[in-house]
């Protein structure tokens, strides 16, 4: 087909056999209709039909995720979800540059073939790769963590916002997006599988009455555990938990919903700090340390 228009070209360029410069172009403008503007109609609908079919396949695998039958709790639905669209995604677009290489006149079947050849060249190459997609598997399979959580991955702390087949997509607190390759994630920490503890660290000054002190951080606790839904267990305080020669740092914990351990603490603290001022209990001028 292309060696025709060139072909027509050439001639246009140097007329023979009385063909004019005219009708050699009329004849290149009606190989362009013939040939080329089909194909870019056909592309067009194969783009379209590819986006069709992948927002059919997401429908139906969600429709189906929602049914009874799976027993699945919702953060393991969305991450099935999110890996069935990049499978989904991987196939369809494989599919539609097959259909638009065929349609162009290319032998797919050499091509492939060739590929196949070709791919003993490049499977050291591509181990990284498997090593990203098995690891992603593994991933789920193993339901380590799901779209939804808050981890910390290789010591990046974040959402997951989705798990690919080679990649895991965290959102940090501050916005950003850490992608991290599935075969170079090494120690996970799921924050969001457990009830957490939200720790307390208050310091007062040697010279401060101990018990008074305890009795006021105390009855902060339950101040708190009125205010926040988010309490849901025992709060404590457990004591002197070190000395030194400028304070005393005694410890209280809260039990609390997955993830909220760091709203709880602010609250803790606001409401420890207002208790022991009412109850006339001195603080250290340096050194306080309000961070668990």
């Known amino acids: 087909m292309w060696e025709q228009i060139y072909a027509r070209y050439v001639a246009s360029i140097v007329p023979s056999h009385g063909e004019t410069l005219s009708a050699a172009l009329q004849d290149i403008?009606?190989?362009?209709?013939?040939?080329?503007?089909?194909?870019?109609?056909?592309?067009v609908f194969l783009f379209l039909l590819a986006r069709l079919t992948m927002r059919l396949v997401h429908r139906m695998v969600a429709g189906f995720l929602r049914t009874n039958a799976v027993r699945m709790d919702q953060r393991r639905r969305d991450t099935m979800a999110t890996l069935t669209d990049n499978v989904v995604r991987y196939v369809v677009y494989f599919v539609l540059v097959v259909m638009l290489l065929s349609s162009l006149g290319v032998h797919v079947e050499a091509i492939l073939a060739g590929a196949g050849i070709a791919g003993l060249s490049v499977g050291l190459a591509a181990q990284g790769?498997?090593?990203?997609?098995?690891?992603?598997?593994?991933?789920?399979?193993?339901?380590?963590?799901?779209?939804?959580?808050?981890?910390?991955?290789?010591n990046v702390t974040g959402t997951v916002e989705s798990i690919g087949l080679r990649v895991t997509r965290l959102k940090t607190w501050t916005g950003e997006i850490e992608i991290i390759p599935n075969g170079l994630i090494g120690q996970v920490?799921?924050?969001s599988r457990a009830n957490a503890?939200?720790?307390?660290?208050?310091?007062?000054?040697?010279?401060?009455?101990?018990?008074?002190?305890?009795?006021?951080?105390?009855?902060?606790?339950?101040?708190?555990?009125?205010?926040?839904?988010?309490?849901?267990?025992?709060?404590?305080?457990?004591?002197?938990?070190?000395?030194?020669?400028?304070?005393?740092?005694?410890?209280?914990?809260?039990?609390?919903?997955?993830?909220?351990?760091?709203?709880?603490?602010?609250?803790?603290?606001?409401?420890?700090?207002?208790?022991?001022?009412?109850?006339?209990?001195?603080?250290?001028?340096?050194?306080?340390?309000?961070?668990?």
């Open 29 to 43: 403008g009606v190989d362009v209709l013939v040939y080329v503007v089909p194909r870019l109609i056909l592309a």
């Open 129 to 154: 790769m498997l090593k990203d997609v098995i690891s992603g598997f593994s991933i789920l399979f193993e339901d380590q963590f799901a779209v939804g959580d808050l981890v910390k991955i290789n």
């Open 197 to 292: 503890v939200a720790v307390v660290d208050v310091p007062i000054k040697p010279t401060a009455d101990v018990d008074a002190a305890i009795a006021a951080i105390y009855k902060a606790l339950e101040e708190v555990r009125k205010l926040s839904a988010d309490v849901i267990g025992e709060v404590k305080v457990m004591g002197v938990e070190a000395m030194h020669h400028r304070d005393i740092q005694l410890r209280a914990t809260l039990e609390c919903r997955p993830t909220t351990q760091w709203a709880v603490q602010r609250l803790a603290r606001y409401h420890i700090r207002k208790a022991l001022a009412e109850a006339g209990i001195d603080w250290p001028e340096e050194g306080m340390d309000w961070n668990a």
């Open 189 to 191: 920490t799921n924050y």
